[in-house]
């Protein structure tokens, strides 16, 4: 389906996890070993945050994230604290840059992989929900975008783990209304500059695959040499849709209905659990 990392520590340059990894992002977009495709060349997208308090940059292309030359321009020169990548493999809507994630409103981006089954059939009510003064702002035609703005509709600015508890409950039940069961398979992740609100979560218990670091000082001890393990600091923390590497002490699978929240040192892992509008 897509490919996705969420980054938050000291500043790195992009290119850090992007391309230098052994199983990069970029890596990924043709050798993916754990998604649904092994090739995700429909697109690639990237925001990133230089003020927790502004609006991220972001970035987005069409091209395959292995054959994008402003890309790899742009990974060399950016350093943030807080990132996310995305590589696209499409399914019932068009390869185009609005189609590309992250998708962005106002602080918030939002990264999703995975799908919502039958979207073509349940795709106005759903559309219908989202919160009339932001549904303009609505660009492409994805499933993931609708859930973006589902999940702004029901507060994730103010209660963010909550807000993705309801999207899903809400597009579960518009689901069973049309007779699609199981009708949702997500991992998604939000950042706002100051947290990283992930979620993994599917109707039939079967999602799919996301892993986070364990602890970036067993990068430091596997690597001491490595200025940009190094320049990441203790608290860093990696979300991948798959291992950038394979040292087993560095990456934990994270558990099926499980939310994350991490702001700075902190990292949060509770149940999720969506709720039936």
């Known amino acids: 389906m897509c490919r996705w990392l969420a980054y938050t520590g000291n500043p790195v340059h992009l290119e850090t996890v992007l391309f230098h990894a052994r199983h990069s992002l970029i890596d990924q977009s043709l050798h993916s070993t754990k998604g649904a495709t092994t090739t ?15 609006i991220p940059y972001r970035y987005r292309s069409v091209h395959p994230a292995w054959n994008d030359r402003n890309l790899r321009e742009l990974a060399r020169a950016v350093r943030a604290p807080m990132f996310i990548a995305h590589i696209r493999a499409a399914t019932d809507t068009p390869v185009q840059e609005t189609n590309c994630h992250p998708f962005r409103h106002r602080r918030w981006i939002f990264a999703h992989n995975g799908l919502i089954r039958s979207y073509p059939l349940m795709r106005r009510d759903l559309l219908v929900a989202i919160d009339p003064d932001r549904f303009n702002a609505l660009e492409g035609s994805t499933d993931s975008e609708t859930m973006f703005y589902l999940a702004m509709t029901f507060g994730l600015e103010i209660d963010p783990v909550t807000a993705l508890e309801r999207m899903a409950g809400f597009v579960e039940a518009t689901a069973k209304k049309h007779g699609v069961e199981p009708a949702l398979n997500m991992t998604v992740c ?9 979620a993994r979560y599917s109707s039939e218990r079967n999602s799919r695959t996301l892993y986070h670091t364990t602890a970036f000082r067993h990068l430091r001890e596997l690597y001491p040499d490595d200025p940009r393990i190094i320049a990441a600091g203790d608290d860093a923390y990696l979300l991948v849709s798959e291992p950038l590497g394979d040292a087993p002490d560095v990456w934990a699978e994270v558990p099926e209905s499980t939310a994350i929240v ?16």
């Open 40 to 54: 995700n060349g429909d697109g690639f997208g990237m925001g990133w945050f230089q003020d927790p308090h502004d």
């Open 190 to 198: 939000a950042c706002d500059g100051e947290q990283i609100v992930a």
């Open 262 to 277: 991490v702001r700075g040192p902190d990292v949060e892992y509770r149940p999720f659990v969506p709720v039936a509008p």
